[in-house]
């Protein structure tokens, strides 16, 4: 399965967002909620400290069957 996780806090960086970090946070926290996007779902996840992550899975993913890994495990 093609998983990406990032910190709330590297997206607001990586981003430049004028927003405040809290505002920002918001406003992704909605996109999650929505989870519209067309070729990812989306979801948060908690990281270390219990600092929020923003966990995107690629949807082809989700709907494919998933194999097992070697030795039976998954």
């Known amino acids: 399965m093609k998983r990406?996780?990032?910190g709330f806090d590297?997206?607001?960086e990586r981003s430049g967002?004028?927003?405040?970090?809290?505002k920002f946070t918001w406003r992704l926290r909605q996109l999650i909620k929505?989870?519209?996007l067309p070729e990812y779902h989306l979801?948060?996840?908690k990281g270390k400290d219990n600092?929020?992550?923003l966990e995107m899975v690629f949807r082809e993913t989700l709907a494919a069957?998933?194999?097992?890994?070697?030795g039976g495990k998954d």
């Open 34 to 36: 929505a989870n519209d």
């Open 65 to 70: 069957p998933q194999l097992p890994l070697e």
């Open 17 to 22: 967002s004028t927003d405040t970090l809290k």
């Open 4 to 6: 990406c996780l990032w």
């Open 51 to 53: 600092a929020p992550l």
């Open 10 to 12: 590297k997206i607001y």
């Open 43 to 45: 979801a948060e996840r």
